[in-house]
């Protein structure tokens, strides 16, 4: 990763760039290198996505799965999405590249499906750039045709920058997306600045806790206030609410306790790959009870 590592460096300090001119130089290089790659990899097949299941608390069983992209490059290995999402962004190719996603993501739903392994609910993020993209909907309405998906298996993750950016024009995409039939998430909530009288106005069915609150929920009461908080404001205001980045049983006990809907995180199973996620579904993996606490619900 040593392009990418060098280009993020000096992407950190753009700020400072015109101080550095030689440094430019290798920043153009490694970042023309990985765009001219970008750009071949759809073609190549270079991306692919992976699972991470998503687990219901009542039932401990699995009900959907967040769809993750992942870019196999020829020579760096595989790539996170945490190193390149941005550059698609800045080059527009998010556009095509989420397309895919999206293609991907419903067929693979619609082939567990097919096979016999339930009503699966598959979670796909889609950026800034892409939701704002005038064909949007419609490549989410092509993408449930081609796959005769449900609609109501396909949930679209929009982080609360996305739609904060311009709420009018969020409203009638978010409308337009559930005359669709398709379920709307708020990703890594509380991170980002949203109004609370927005979220009111906005037809999203889910919150999901960003994984920074859950980190540290059993030993920081100001993260486990927030947590509860966001439990609650999630119900009061008639959404589901599911936490991500549980890593312990003691993390996943305190969220069964406050009455969280769903968890996803490495302690239940890290993203993997779509014949891993098909084996979990057809072993029927699920939540050992006693990982998610019998005890009652605190007064
Ligand atoms: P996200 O949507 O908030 O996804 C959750 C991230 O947390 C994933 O990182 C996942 O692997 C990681 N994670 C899951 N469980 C745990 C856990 O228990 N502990 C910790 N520490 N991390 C956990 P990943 O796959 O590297 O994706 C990073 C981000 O990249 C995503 O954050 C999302 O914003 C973006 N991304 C991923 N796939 C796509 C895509 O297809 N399109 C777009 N536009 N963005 C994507
Ligand atoms: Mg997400
Ligand atoms: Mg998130
Ligand atoms: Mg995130």
Known sequence: HADIAMYRA??????????????????????????????????????LLN????????TGRIVGAEALIRWQHPELGMVSP????????????????????????????????????????IAV????????????VQTVAAALQETELDPACLEIELTESVVMHDVERTVSTLHALKTLGVHLSVDDFGTGYSSLAYLKRFPVDV????????????????????????????HSLRLQVIAEGVESA?????????????????????????????QMLQEGKHLNPEHRSARPLPR
């Open 10 to 47: 000096k992407e950190m300090g753009r700020n400072n760039f015109q101080f550095f001119e030689p440094a430019l130089n290798i920043r153009t290089q490694a970042r023309l290198r990985i765009e001219g790659g970008l750009r071949k990899a759809l073609d190549r097949d270079e991306f």
């Open 51 to 58: 699972y991470q299941p998503q687990v219901d608390l009542k």
């Open 82 to 121: 945490i190193e390149f999402i941005f550059l698609t962004e800045e080059t527009g190719l998010i556009v095509p590249i989420g397309a895919w996603v999206l293609r991907t993501a419903c067929a693979q739903n619609q082939a567990w499906q097919r096979a016999g392994l339930g009503k699966l609910r």
């Open 125 to 136: 993020n889609v950026s800034g750039i892409q939701f704002a993209h005038p064909n949007f």
């Open 207 to 234: 919150l999901k806790i960003d994984q920074s609150f859950v980190r540290d929920i059993a030993t920081d009461p100001d993260d486990a206030n927030i947590v509860v908080s966001i439990i609650a404001l999630a």
């Open 250 to 278: 003691e993390q996943l006990a305190f969220l069964h306790r406050h009455g969280c809907d769903e968890i996803q995180g490495n302690h239940f199973s890290r993203p993997v790959t779509a014949a891993a996620m098909k």
